[in-house]
């Protein structure tokens, strides 16, 4: 019979564990367990790309306030990709490309 180790059961051996090998298992997780994972930018964010973000996302993005967010729109600064309701939506790449000319 097969039985799978879940993961509340390998939590709970975890704690039992000595620290010397639980520092052990955790450098052996770092070093091996995902090497195969080794995705790219555009392999793990590429959909993001064609996303639309909301106004608090782009001020998030910018590193700003969502009233600086405003500001620069009202200042022709930066232009949102389209407008649902109320509500500004910005293109990721444009405020990639802003942010960058901002230094």
Avoid: W
Wanted: include cysteine.
């Amino acid at each position: 019979m097969n039985h799978a180790l879940t993961a509340q059961d390998l939590f709970s051996e975890m704690k039992r564990m000595p620290s010397t090998e639980r520092i052990k298992f955790f450098s052996l997780l770092t070093n091996h367990a995902f090497r195969d994972d080794d995705f790219t930018h555009e392999q793990v964010f590429g959909h993001l790309q064609r996303e639309p973000l909301t106004a608090l996302e782009a001020a998030e993005y910018l590193e700003v306030s969502l009233p600086t967010l405003r500001r620069h729109v009202q200042a022709n600064k930066l232009r949102p990709c389209q407008t649902v309701g109320r509500n500004q939506m910005f293109s990721a790449e444009d405020l990639r490309t802003y942010k960058r000319a901002r230094g």
